[in-house]
């Protein structure tokens, strides 16, 4: 069975501090997808990475960075310098390869004071 | 950009009342979702949708939902008889192909939010 753990409910930082958003996945699948999402206040769920199983290359675009490890099982997610527009929650999720059913984590409420 | 689309944004019913919720997945898009979201909480799976069935559905998805695709546009979940519990954001999602061959993220739409009085 597929789960994704985001073991920390809310984090508040000071603008232009950097913050890792963790996420660890279970799966007995060889082939899987892992993706991250942003939701802010508004409501919308906002795609920002989809990462494949056999691609541990870690990616980074912009102020974003994601490590992906799967030693650990994990896809932590860095944003550098944050700001206050990043202030929303932020789910991983998981998905098999052989369907596209997404599991999401429980979600990180990422608060970025001024 | 093609987007997935749903009406109503907001919909506010009476328990026990019927509500559908409509879906516009983008059009070249084969496999098409219903998620849930109760306030706070995490996102949640209902049920995927290929080829006109229905090809899995969550502990969730009870007798009381059904989803169907009436016009080869529209993707549609209807709720029976509805419960203050089915008070959450549904978010529908499409996508273009399955298994090792997608290369697609997942489309979603803005969200339903139901409220059920």
């Given at each position: 069975a597929?789960k994704?753990t985001q073991a920390?409910?809310?984090?508040s930082v000071v603008?232009k501090e ?5 996420c660890?996945?279970e799966t007995?699948?060889?082939t899987?997808?892992l993706?991250w ?13 989809r990462?494949?199983?056999?691609d541990e290359q ?8 994601w490590?992906f490890?799967?030693s ?5 997610f860095t944003i550098t ?6 202030s929303?929650?932020?789910?991983c999720?998981?998905?098999e ?7 999401f984590g ?6 970025v004071k001024p | 950009e093609?987007?997935v689309?749903?009406?109503p944004?907001?919909q506010v019913?009476?328990?026990g009342?019927e509500?559908?919720?409509r ?7 084969l496999y ?9 909480q ?5 049920v995927?949708?290929?080829n006109?069935?229905i090809?899995?559905?969550s502990?969730i998805?009870?007798?009381?939902f059904?989803?169907?695709r009436p016009d080869g546009s529209?993707f549609?979940?209807?709720?029976r008889?509805?419960?203050?519990e ?8 499409s996508f273009?192909?399955k298994?090792?061959v997608s290369?697609n993220?997942?489309?979603f739409?803005?969200?339903t ?5």
């Amino acid at each position: 069975a597929q789960k994704v753990t985001q073991a920390q409910t809310e984090i508040s930082v000071v603008e232009k501090e950097d913050v890792t958003l963790d996420c660890v996945y279970e799966t007995r699948d060889t082939t899987y997808y892992l993706f991250w999402y942003k939701q802010p206040p508004s409501g919308e769920l906002v795609f920002l990475i989809r990462r494949n199983s056999f691609d541990e290359q870690n990616e980074i675009s912009g102020r974003y960075s994601w490590n992906f490890q799967k030693s650990t099982s994990s896809f932590n997610f860095t944003i550098t310098a944050s700001q206050v527009v990043d202030s929303a929650v932020y789910f991983c999720a998981l998905s098999e390869a052989w369907d596209n059913d997404m599991r999401f984590g429980a979600g990180t409420r990422l608060t970025v004071k001024p | 950009e093609p987007e997935v689309t749903q009406t109503p944004s907001h919909q506010v019913t009476q328990m026990g009342q019927e509500v559908i919720l409509r879906c516009v997945p983008i059009s070249n898009h084969l496999y098409f979702y219903w998620y849930r979201q109760i306030l706070g909480q995490k996102v949640e799976f209902l049920v995927s949708f290929y080829n006109n069935e229905i090809s899995e559905k969550s502990e969730i998805f009870d007798d009381q939902f059904s989803v169907e695709r009436p016009d080869g546009s529209n993707f549609t979940l209807k709720i029976r008889s509805t419960k203050l519990e089915d008070s959450a954001m549904y978010f529908c999602a499409s996508f273009t192909s399955k298994g090792l061959v997608s290369y697609n993220e997942q489309f979603f739409g803005p969200g339903t939010r139901l409220t059920v009085l």
